[in-house]
């Protein structure tokens, strides 16, 4: 299966990714530390609080570096040895050290789901549509699991980009799209009919002030009495709460090209509906 927007394809993971996806998460967690020491608003105990006490100390190393003249993509010039991998913080727990193997471990996970005979777990590479260079992964689940209060909880996705193409939208853009090809397409497809208390899931460290700004929003409401939790952040959202987010306010274009060969498109939102056009051969689609 493969999901084309005008910028970006999304694409099943195989392992030649693995190389690929160690090196992103390497960047991202590196570039996620020195952040995290950048921030004025957290001490000492905070540090301490999240098991980063041996992290900490390198906050006035980096003052008195001389890195700090220009912070613009610090995370290129301050070499890795600057502070011992074992320090380092890590936003997406899936992926930590090491690297390459807990990489392998994640593609592998991919592939083993995408076999099952009912396939619920949706590994996708994002890569630049015009390069198709490995840019990151966003990953999407149909599994209804339940809650310790009675509710449905689905979606749980996870998505990660590398650094360099942060900031940049992308993703916004690969969040609505995956959203959307869910409820439009994979719930119906497997005749899933979603109760009133069903809510889009997705968790992000505390420490995560970007994570928590993207699924906010996406419409995501912080769940207070799991927020103590030092691990994780919970937010839920209905899918009209989703829908009505700033995350859908400007439409995007998709098509996927599926593993039976149809083609379906739509633009994400709640007033588009899916087409279904053609077999496709598995050309790549024109959304241009």
């Not at 394809?9 to 020491?37: H, P, R, Y």
Request: glycine fraction near 6%.
């Amino acid at each position: 299966m493969e999901i084309y927007t005008d910028r970006l394809k999304f694409s099943e993971l195989s392992l030649l990714d693995v190389s690929g996806i160690a090196q992103i998460a390497k960047d991202m967690a590196w570039n996620d530390t020195l952040n995290l020491l950048l921030r004025s608003d957290i001490d000492e105990t905070t540090f301490t609080y999240f098991d980063k006490a041996n992290l900490y100390p390198y906050k006035q190393k980096l003052k008195e570096s001389g890195y700090l003249e220009d912070t613009t993509e610090l995370y290129k010039k301050v070499p890795y040895t600057f502070i011992p991998e074992d320090c380092w913080h890590i936003n997406f727990p899936q992926l930590k050290r090491p690297f390459i193997e807990k990489a392998q471990e994640y593609v592998n996970t991919a592939i083993k789901k995408r076999k099952e005979a009912e396939r619920q777990g949706y590994w996708l590479a994002i890569r630049e549509r015009n390069n198709d260079k490995l840019i990151g992964v966003i990953a999407i689940s149909t599994r209804i699991l339940k809650d310790g209060e009675g509710n449905n909880k689905i979606g749980h996705s996870g998505m990660f980009l590398h650094p360099d193409y942060q900031k940049k939208g992308i993703v916004s853009e690969a969040n609505a799209v995956m959203i959307d090809f869910m409820y439009k397409y994979l719930l119906d497809e497997q005749g899933k009919q979603l109760s009133d208390n069903t809510f889009y899931y997705t968790t992000c460290h505390p420490l995560n002030i970007g994570s928590q700004k993207i699924q906010e929003k996406a419409g995501g409401i912080l769940q207070t009495k799991k927020a103590v939790n030092k691990e994780k952040f919970e937010f839920y959202a209905t899918r009209e709460q989703q829908e009505n987010s700033p995350l859908f306010k400007n439409p995007i274009k998709w098509r996927a090209c599926l593993d039976n060969g149809i083609i379906i498109a739509s633009l994400t939102g709640k007033n588009f509906t899916l087409h279904h056009i053609s077999p496709s051969n598995k050309k790549e689609p024109n959304t241009r």
